[in-house]
């Protein structure tokens, strides 16, 4: 049982390349979302996915797309990187679903990639 | 203005002291609360949920005051294990959107 994984852990790019970051969990989830790490900032959330086939914006969705490819695997794409998108990104899920709040929804997190771009 | 507010410390500490960090939120909506820890340079990982009523596993202690909108984390007998970031971490009605703090920074020290 992995939890949540994601690929790559390390990247470097120049400004206007595109690459997309995996995520994928083995608990069965049915939310899953995407974090940015800044310094001094905390987490700040990207997109989410409350489940198989919808996706929603969070607080800073700019410059990014999602994918919720089926219920195990979300990924994320920088079409064209910026140096402002040099963070560290956290992939998380959680088992909440759609119609019930969860009060202690506990969100699982995956190791993080580094994003560096130049 | 932030939705959650922490004081980021660096809280230094020596083994066995008792240390309190508190966390505002600005929703009054919000309605579920947690305390998260990340090690350097690693994920997020929950340390507990925070009930309306308080609670308590082992040496930690989570707090709500719903009427102030803060939350709090006392640590007792601090262990230098203990040494991490703090996450006070909020979920509104949208029980998708969480919002994290920056963190509080704690050092114990031998």
């Known amino acids: 049982n992995a939890g949540v994984t994601q690929t790559p852990k390390f990247q470097v790019l120049k400004t206007g390349q595109s690459m997309t970051l995996q995520c994928a969990q083995d608990?069965?989830?049915?939310?899953m979302y995407w974090y940015r790490q800044d310094p001094g900032m905390g987490l700040r959330l990207i997109y989410y996915s409350a489940s198989e086939g919808t996706t929603d914006k969070g607080e800073v969705p700019n410059g990014y797309n999602v994918s919720r490819l089926n219920k195990r695997e979300f990924s994320l794409r920088l079409e064209s990187a910026a140096p402002s998108q040099t963070s560290v990104y956290f992939c998380?899920?959680?088992?909440?679903?759609?119609?019930?709040?969860?009060?202690?929804?506990?969100?699982?997190f995956g190791p993080g990639t580094r994003l560096t771009v130049l | 203005r932030k939705e959650v507010e922490q004081d980021p410390g660096p809280f230094n500490v020596p083994e066995g002291a008792t240390v309190a960090f508190n966390c505002t939120y600005s929703?009054?909506?919000?309605?579920?609360f947690f305390w998260y820890r990340q090690d350097c340079r690693k994920e997020p990982k929950l340390l507990m949920s925070v009930y309306s009523s308080g609670n308590e596993d082992g040496r930690f202690t989570a707090q709500l005051n719903r009427a102030s909108q803060y939350i709090s984390l006392l640590i007792r007998d601090s262990k230098l294990s203990d040494s991490a970031t703090y996450l006070c971490v909020v979920n509104l009605h949208n029980f998708n959107k969480f919002y994290f703090g920056s963190g509080t920074k704690l050092n114990v020290k031998p």
């Open positions: 929703n009054s909506a919000s309605q579920s």
């Open positions: 998380a899920s959680s088992e909440a679903y759609d119609g019930l709040a969860v009060s202690t929804d506990t969100q699982y």
């Open positions: 608990m069965n989830h049915n939310s």
